[in-house]
């Protein structure tokens, strides 16, 4: 039985000959992000869960979580956090399986809070921070489609699109490199750096201007004088490595709501704007790509938290961006390459009801000779499917 691959060319204007693209990317401390990150954290920790009682993953999603905000008090020199921060775990868990009960709530408590310790190391666990787990219990004919698979492939339990392209333009690259030397480089120097940050990029022509949000810690910083000098240093800092991605002009601007004569700048105590204002959704910041892509097609499914065994939601959309990445890398002639992949409800995962690829060739590349390399490649992966669950509860795979 051959699979539903239609591969095809598209006629439009390349990513890098459009006047305006613009292209995002909410860090790991950015509420949205927090709560992806702890979803995705609940579903690993029960996966591993279910397979050492069980030896299987049981039906759960957990993408449904909320980050309700705090309140502080920041100054220079360190200030205190007055509310805690609200993480509230919901969505559904397998809780009893052939007789054996599993705490699947004390399982994702444990993880969310293991992750929030990680990810903000300044809050107080103990003082800052509610994790609420209200997860009921799976919907049961998606229970029976999930627990139907007999070690075989799985049967989808949503009929859902994922989304991918390759590959990633000069504007992505850049949001993409400036976020992990931020994260990797930056913070280790300068822990005034706190781990909500948001980089918006705007290319209009050849001019790319980054907008940074980045949270200061008070602690680290003891005026309104060296919070400038920091933001200065910053600046330059991102503007060097943003440059080393393009031979385009690049501005970059810090905390643009500043209002540096009343010293009202973006000052935090941990390091987050959940602590004071600011509440995060699963699935309303970064795609699985790690960005958020206006110019490009995406999928709104929020890939962190639900399943890795039969959820398309998440299995499509990591598929889609890896078997973009693998056409571009392996076959001449791709300038550009977009991914949709389609599944129903019931059908093996492996089969989809549409597996899609639309490519832009190079100048002077037809669609002829590459159309049959592409299909060999989308193929070998929904072959492999199931590596990427593997690969997702070994935490080898980023969903935001």
């Given at each position: 039985m051959t699979r539903n691959i239609s591969v095809e060319g598209l006629d439009q204007i390349p990513i890098e000959k459009q006047r305006v693209e613009l292209v995002e990317r909410k860090c790991r401390g950015h509420p949205d992000s927090l709560a992806d990150g702890v979803a995705e954290s609940i579903s690993r920790a029960l996966s591993r869960a279910y397979l050492e009682e069980c030896g299987v993953v049981l039906h759960h999603n957990t993408d449904q979580g909320e980050v309700v905000a705090g309140e502080s008090i920041p100054k220079f020199g360190g200030g205190v956090i007055t509310k805690p921060v609200y993480f509230l775990i919901s969505g559904r868990a397998t809780k009893i399986f052939d007789g054996v009960n599993i705490p699947a709530d004390a399982i994702a408590v444990e993880a969310a809070r293991d992750y929030i310790r990680g990810i903000l190391p300044y809050l107080n666990m103990d003082r800052?921070?509610?994790?609420?787990?209200?997860?009921?219990?799976?919907?049961?004919?998606?229970?029976?489609?999930?627990?139907?698979?007999?070690?075989?492939?799985?049967?989808?339990?949503?009929?859902?699109?994922?989304?991918?392209?390759?590959?990633?333009?000069?504007?992505?690259?850049?949001?993409?490199?400036?976020?992990?030397?931020?994260?990797?480089?930056?913070?280790?120097?300068?822990?005034?750096?706190?781990?909500?940050?948001?980089?918006?990029?705007?290319?209009?022509?050849?001019?790319?201007?980054?907008?940074?949000?980045?949270?200061?810690?008070?602690?680290?910083?003891?005026?309104?004088?060296?919070?400038?000098?920091?933001?200065?240093?910053?600046?330059?800092?991102?503007?060097?490595?943003?440059?080393?991605?393009?031979?385009?002009?690049?501005?970059?601007?810090?905390?643009?709501?500043?209002?540096?004569?009343?010293?009202?700048?973006?000052?935090?105590?941990?390091?987050?704007?959940?602590?004071?204002?600011?509440?995060?959704?699963?699935?309303?910041?970064?795609?699985?790509?790690?960005?958020?892509?206006?110019?490009?097609?995406?999928?709104?499914?929020?890939?962190?938290?639900?399943?890795?065994?039969?959820?398309?939601?998440?299995?499509?959309?990591?598929l889609a961006t890896r078997m973009a990445q693998d056409c571009v890398a392996e076959v001449d002639g791709i300038e550009e390459i977009y991914i949709r992949i389609l599944s129903q409800i019931g059908q093996p995962i492996d089969r989809p009801h549409v597996a899609s690829a639309q490519i832009l060739t190079n100048p002077g590349a037809t669609i002829k000779p590459i159309r049959s390399d592409v299909e060999a490649i989308i193929d070998g992966w929904l072959e492999e499917i199931t590596t990427i669950t593997e690969k997702v509860i070994r935490g080898e795979l980023s969903t935001f």
């Open positions: 800052d921070v509610i994790v609420d787990c209200r997860m009921g219990m799976g919907s049961t004919d998606l229970c029976d489609v999930f627990l139907s698979c007999d070690g075989k492939i799985p049967r989808a339990n949503d009929t859902s699109f994922g989304v991918g392209h390759a590959p990633f333009s000069e504007a992505e690259s850049i949001v993409r490199g400036v976020s992990a030397f931020i994260d990797e480089e930056l913070r280790p120097r300068y822990p005034v750096i706190g781990q909500d940050c948001k980089i918006m990029c705007l290319r209009d022509g050849d001019t790319i201007t980054l907008t940074v949000a980045i949270a200061f810690v008070d602690r680290y910083c003891s005026g309104i004088t060296e919070y400038i000098e920091q933001k200065r240093i910053l600046t330059e800092e991102i503007a060097a490595v943003a440059k080393t991605f393009t031979d385009r002009s690049v501005n970059v601007a810090i905390n643009t709501a500043d209002d540096l004569d009343s010293a009202s700048v973006f000052l935090t105590v941990s390091g987050t704007s959940a602590e004071m204002g600011d509440d995060g959704s699963v699935g309303r910041g970064n795609r699985a790509n790690g960005l958020i892509t206006p110019n490009r097609p995406m999928s709104m499914e929020a890939t962190s938290g639900k399943n890795p065994i039969n959820h398309v939601g998440k299995i499509y959309n990591l």
